[in-house]
């Protein structure tokens, strides 16, 4: 691959990921909301009449649902809040999506000479290879991304700013409260392999069918842009499947990152999880988590091979 083909997929991925991030924010606040041990904050008050006639008031503890969350949010921080992280998310996604597909693209391409081209074995190693280069490089910034949406004020409080946080963060932790949640975020690499290995398996199928298609008279612009929305549709579907999956290590991710926090290394915590909140608590976040993943990844990928393709063409 030249040295222009990497820059290409450097600056599509950038793109993509880029688009992506700021489209689907809110979602992704709710979503990191949800994941985190402090959304049992939020309680319900339940009102028993005695025997006697007089009310009494139970506080009793709730996992609240994606909209209830959402709607506590916005009472409570406003609008604004929605958007809490996004500063980073920017300046992480963008280095971090670019450095992934560059990355992937390079080692498919080296791959291909070594075994069969665009086979399974191809695409996960190139995605496992991918995914460890841009979690290494970006973890500092995600975790600032994830205390950021984590810190809920009320609103009209002064909120603290992306470089306040990475103090904070250096104070209490020194250099490596940077990398806190990195061994969970390998463990996702398993969600990045099986989501590439099906979506490269439905887009050679798309382009078997293009093919077999090929000798109908239409219109090409028309069946070009037909073919980018079926990528999104392939883009969605693979991260569907990946994340139902792989989700658990979101969850894990997300504890681990929070401030002060008990839980210290990946199998601690997943193991503190299911002791103490039960089986259903590793997929906490889910509903919402696929409700910003389907389109985001679609959009990003849909973004990514629109760029590739006006730069190469």
């Known amino acids: 691959m030249s040295q222009r083909d990497t820059l290409v997929h450097l600056f599509a991925g950038g793109c993509g990921g880029t688009v992506g991030a700021i489209l689907t924010c809110p979602l992704e606040v709710v979503k990191t909301r949800l994941q985190s041990s402090s959304v049992t904050l939020y309680i319900s008050e339940v009102h028993l009449n005695t025997l006697n006639g007089a009310a009494v008031n139970r506080v009793t503890r709730i996992s609240p649902g994606p909209l209830h969350c959402l709607k506590m949010i916005l009472q409570n921080e406003g609008p604004r809040s929605l958007f809490r992280g996004l500063g980073p998310n920017l300046v992480g996604v963008a280095p971090s999506r670019a450095i992934y597909f560059a990355a992937y693209s390079n080692c498919k391409e080296k791959l291909n000479n070594i075994f069969n081209p665009d086979s399974t074995q191809v695409h996960m190693i190139s995605a496992g290879v991918a995914g460890f280069t841009a979690i290494t490089t970006t973890n500092p910034i995600w975790l600032v991304k994830t205390r950021l949406q984590l810190d809920a004020r009320n609103r009209g409080e002064k909120r603290m700013s992306a470089f306040e946080c990475a103090r904070k963060v250096y104070h209490l932790d020194g250099f490596r409260g940077f990398y806190r949640g990195m061994s969970a975020s390998y463990a996702g690499i398993s969600e990045t392999v099986i989501h590439f290995v099906i979506y490269e398996s439905i887009k050679k199928k798309l382009l078997e069918y293009k093919t077999a298609a090929s000798m109908d008279n239409e219109d090409e612009s028309a069946k070009e842009a037909s073919d980018f929305v079926r990528m999104m549709m392939a883009a969605a579907t693979s991260k569907t499947c ?33 002791r103490e909140e039960g089986y259903g608590s590793l997929y906490r976040g889910l509903t919402t988590h696929l409700i910003r993943q389907i389109p985001n990844t679609a959009i990003m990928m849909s973004t990514y091979e629109v760029v590739v393709y006006l730069l190469d063409g």
Do not use: W
């Open 242 to 274: 990946a994340t139902s999956i792989a989700y658990p290590h979101e969850v894990v991710r997300t504890r681990l990152r929070e401030e002060g926090t008990k839980y210290r290394s990946f199998f601690q915590t997943l193991s503190l999880l299911v």
